[in-house]
């Protein structure tokens, strides 16, 4: 039977020698890590390069797990830097698989920075969507288990991620189309 909410397949119905599916819980992970003078930028504020490592080591572990071996970054997107983070800070970074195709899983992020000594709550300063693809020993993409959401929010993900994939794939063979159009027209650049 398929969710209507989220096309998922549960797994009654899977044809035998299909992976079975693996529910968003199975692979959440939180990353912390606290901030020190050689993650600065030359405004004395943490660099985005430092947040956007631990946003694909985050990412990395999450897809990892859930296609239970190796998995690459494919593309990184929407990373959103909302707030800047200090020294001091103590940041965690919250990722999971929000949605699965055939190889490829896109791994929603979220990163969130409180004081490390004192007791606020932590406030988002980020956010990203990964795509990672599962590889064999070879590099090739493997098939993946498809993720089962579970929550509202998870099923939400799961919606929103499906037209992000939609309008990645439009953009790229927008972009290939009209590459290939402009070579045949004999323009080079
Ligand atoms: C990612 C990679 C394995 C894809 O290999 P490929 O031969 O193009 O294989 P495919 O076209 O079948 O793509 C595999 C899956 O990844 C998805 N994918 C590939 N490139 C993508 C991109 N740029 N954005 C989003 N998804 C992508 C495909 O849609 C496909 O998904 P599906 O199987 O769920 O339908 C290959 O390009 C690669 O190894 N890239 C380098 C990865 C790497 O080293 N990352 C670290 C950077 S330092």
Redo the contacts with the bound molecule.
């Keep these: 039977m398929t969710d209507q909410a989220t096309g998922v397949t549960d797994q009654a119905n899977r044809s035998e020698g299909e992976i079975p599916g693996k529910p968003t819980a199975a692979s959440r992970t939180t990353l912390s890590h606290i901030m020190t003078g050689s993650d600065t930028n030359l405004l004395g504020t943490v660099h985005g390069g430092v947040i956007m490592k631990l946003v694909d080591d985050a990412a990395g572990a999450v897809a990892g797990r859930h296609s239970g071996g190796p998995a690459?970054?494919?593309?990184m997107d929407e990373m959103v830097f909302l707030e800047p983070v200090r020294v001091g800070d103590l940041v965690h970074v919250r990722a999971q698989v929000n949605w699965t195709?055939?190889?490829?899983m896109e791994v929603g992020v979220r990163v969130m920075a409180e004081r490390w000594n004192e007791s606020t709550p932590a406030q988002q300063v980020g956010s990203a969507y990964l795509?990672f693809?599962a590889?064999d020993g070879d590099?090739k993409?493997r098939p993946v288990p498809q993720v089962i959401p579970e929550t509202e929010h998870d099923k939400r993900r799961y919606q929103e991620a499906q037209i992000r994939r939609t309008h990645?794939l439009a953009r790229r063979r927008a972009i290939k189309e009209l590459r290939e159009k402009r070579a045949a027209d004999g323009i080079d650049d």
């Design positions: 690459v970054t494919a593309s195709g055939r190889s490829s795509v693809a590889v590099g993409p990645r």
